[in-house]
C-alpha cells in the first residue's frame, strides 16, 4: 500500500520531503548502501530519514555536493524504532542479515496479544522518523524456551531490491527537539 506523504498538517509542518533518484542500491551484503542523486546542494545532511512510497528504506550516512549514501534498512547496525500499529506496543526491528524481503521484530514481550498480518510502523519516539511510517507486517512468530521476548519475522514494507526513487526526510525541529533531549540527558547522568 502506498503512504500519504502531505497529508496531516502536523507532518507538512514538520518535515520537509525531497524526491532523489536511485543510481546503486545493493541488497546481497551483510551491510547494504544505496546511493541517490541529491546531496548538500539540495539540503540534505546525515542522519536524514529515507523512504519510499512503501514505507522506512534507511537513514543518510554520508554526503557530497550531489550524491548522498543512506544506510539501507538491510544493514546490521540499523535499527528503526517502532510499534504495533493494533497495540501501540514499541519495539525495535532490525535486519536479521540473510533475506532483503524479511527483519527482526526485537522486544516484544510474551504478554503482547500479536498476530500474523500486524502491521508494523515507525514509532516516532525519534527525531529521524516521522511516526506511522510503514516498516512492515508480522509474518511469523514464535517462544522459544525460557525467553522473555517474541522471535518474529517481519515482511518489510519497502522492496529494497526494487528501489526507483525514495524521499530523503528533513525533520525541521530536529536540532530543537535533540537540543532539549541532550539537556535532560546531561542533567541526568
Given at each position: 500500500?502506498?503512504?500519504?506523504?502531505?497529508?496531516?498538517?502536523?507532518?507538512?509542518?514538520?518535515?520537509?520531503?525531497?524526491?532523489?533518484?536511485?543510481?546503486?542500491?545493493?541488497?546481497?551484503?551483510?551491510?547494504?548502501?544505496?546511493?541517490?542523486?541529491?546531496?548538500?546542494?539540495?539540503?540534505?545532511?546525515?542522519?536524514?530519514?529515507?523512504?519510499?512510497?512503501?514505507?522506512?528504506?534507511?537513514?543518510?550516512?554520508?554526503?557530497?555536493?550531489?550524491?548522498?549514501?543512506?544506510?539501507?534498512?538491510?544493514?546490521?547496525?540499523?535499527?528503526?524504532?517502532?510499534k504495533i500499529l493494533r497495540t501501540g506496543d514499541l519495539c525495535t526491528t532490525k535486519w536479521g542479515g540473510k533475506?532483503?524481503?524479511?527483519?527482526?521484530?526485537?522486544?516484544?514481550?510474551?504478554?503482547?496479544?500479536?498476530?500474523?498480518?500486524?502491521?508494523?510502523?515507525?514509532?516516532?519516539?525519534?527525531?529521524?522518523?516521522?511516526?506511522?511510517?510503514?516498516?512492515?507486517?508480522?509474518?511469523?512468530?514464535?517462544?522459544?524456551?525460557?525467553?522473555?521476548?517474541?522471535?518474529?519475522?517481519?515482511?518489510?514494507?519497502?522492496?529494497?531490491?526494487?528501489?526507483?526513487?525514495?524521499?530523503?526526510?528533513?525533520?525541521?525541529?530536529?536540532?530543537?527537539?535533540?537540543?532539549?533531549?541532550?539537556?535532560?540527558?546531561?542533567?541526568?547522568?
Amino acid at each position: 500500500p502506498e503512504i500519504q506523504i502531505v497529508s496531516d498538517g502536523d507532518i507538512v509542518n514538520k518535515y520537509e520531503f525531497n524526491r532523489a533518484k536511485v543510481i546503486n542500491n545493493s541488497t546481497r551484503r551483510f551491510n547494504n548502501y544505496i546511493t541517490v542523486d541529491r546531496g548538500i546542494k539540495e539540503g540534505v545532511e546525515p542522519d536524514m530519514a529515507v523512504i519510499d512510497n512503501n514505507g522506512v528504506v534507511g537513514k543518510v550516512k554520508s554526503v557530497s555536493n550531489h550524491f548522498s549514501v543512506i544506510t539501507s534498512v538491510l544493514h546490521s547496525d540499523v535499527l528503526v524504532s517502532s510499534k504495533i500499529l493494533r497495540t501501540g506496543d514499541l519495539c525495535t526491528t532490525k535486519w536479521g542479515g540473510k533475506d532483503p524481503y524479511t527483519a527482526k521484530l526485537l522486544y516484544v514481550p510474551l504478554h503482547v496479544d500479536l498476530q500474523e498480518g500486524d502491521t508494523i510502523v515507525t514509532s516516532g519516539y525519534n527525531a529521524v522518523f516521522p511516526e506511522n511510517i510503514p516498516v512492515g507486517v508480522i509474518k511469523s512468530f514464535e517462544v522459544r524456551d525460557d525467553a522473555l521476548f517474541y522471535d518474529i519475522d517481519v515482511s518489510l514494507a519497502a522492496k529494497l531490491n526494487r528501489l526507483s526513487y525514495v524521499y530523503i526526510i528533513k525533520n525541521k525541529l530536529k536540532i530543537e527537539q535533540d537540543s532539549v533531549e541532550s539537556q535532560i540527558i546531561e542533567v541526568n547522568d
